[in-house]
T-cell receptor, first 114, second 113 residues
Framework: KAGVTQTPRYLIKTRGQQVTLSCSPI?????VSWYQQTPGQGLQFLFE???????NKGNFPGRFSGRQFSNSRSEMNVSTLELGDSALYLC?????????????FGPGTRLTVL | QQQVKQSPQSLIVQKGGISIINCAYE??????FPWYQQFPGKGPALLIA?????SEKKEGRFTISFNKSAKQFSLHIMDSQPGDSATYFC????????????FGTGTRLTIIP
């Protein structure tokens, strides 16, 4: 099976702009989670989608949003970019399980805000 | 309540030695404890995971030891190799009916010849 794919891999934006990142989960996986990784804060949970519904959300401002499509592909959007949004954004997919299980991460999108 | 504390922050081990990374959690509702390995420029890759109904799980050179009463778990890498040099993250999850993982802060492991 192909792994989790994320596009684009690298992105440079300026403050105030908005950005959309895309994630394609492993075939058959219906849960997609997004994480932000920075040297100072480590890996922080943004949100999780399952069957097009947001099931859980982390402690990020409303500028961070996401959605999931019927084919399980997901996008996250960051509006009004700030310098502190520079980070590696990781997407992880997981098969449907009653209990939480293995999450498989993509390579990430490296966002740089200038 | 949601924290996972990981130590040490960095670790240098001689080739062939045992690398040990420790994690502690607070939320007793966590029931899934994975370890991830991350190389520069890559996303984290699942290494090994354990549920609290067992005290130890071994896969090849990698072993998780789990102490439910102490709310601690650790990763042991036996016969450490230079290719094991990476950043390791412990995580905990499973108590929210969804896939959220709470991660430790990471340990940068360096294996020297």
């Amino acid at each position: 099976k192909a792994g989790v794919t994320q596009t684009p891999r690298y992105l440079i934006k300026t403050r105030g702009q908005q950005v959309t990142l895309s994630c394609s989960p492993i075939s058959g996986h219906r849960s997609v989670s997004w994480y932000q990784q920075t040297p100072g804060q480590g890996l922080q949970f943004l949100f999780e989608y399952f069957s097009e519904t947001q099931r859980n959300k982390g402690n990020f401002p409303g500028r961070f949003s996401g959605r999931q499509f019927s084919n399980s592909r997901s996008e996250m959007n960051v509006s009004t970019l700030e310098l502190g949004d520079s980070a590696l954004y990781l997407c992880a997919s997981s098969p449907l399980l009653v209990r939480a299980g293995t999450q498989y991460f993509g390579p990430g999108t490296r966002l740089t805000v200038l | 309540q949601q924290q996972v504390k990981q130590s040490p922050q960095s670790l240098i081990v001689q080739k062939g030695g045992i690398s040990i990374i420790n994690c502690a959690y607070e939320n007793t509702a966590f029931d899934y404890f994975p370890w991830y390995q991350q190389f520069p420029g890559k996303g984290p890759a699942l290494l090994i995971a354990i549920r609290p109904d067992v005290s130890e799980k071994k896969e090849g050179r990698f072993t998780i030891s789990f102490n439910k009463s102490a709310k601690q778990f650790s990763l042991h890498i036996m016969d450490s190799q230079p290719g094991d040099s990476a950043t390791y993250f412990c995580a905990a999850g499973g108590d929210f009916g969804n896939e959220k993982l709470t991660f430790g802060t990471g340990t940068r492991l360096t294996i020297i010849p």
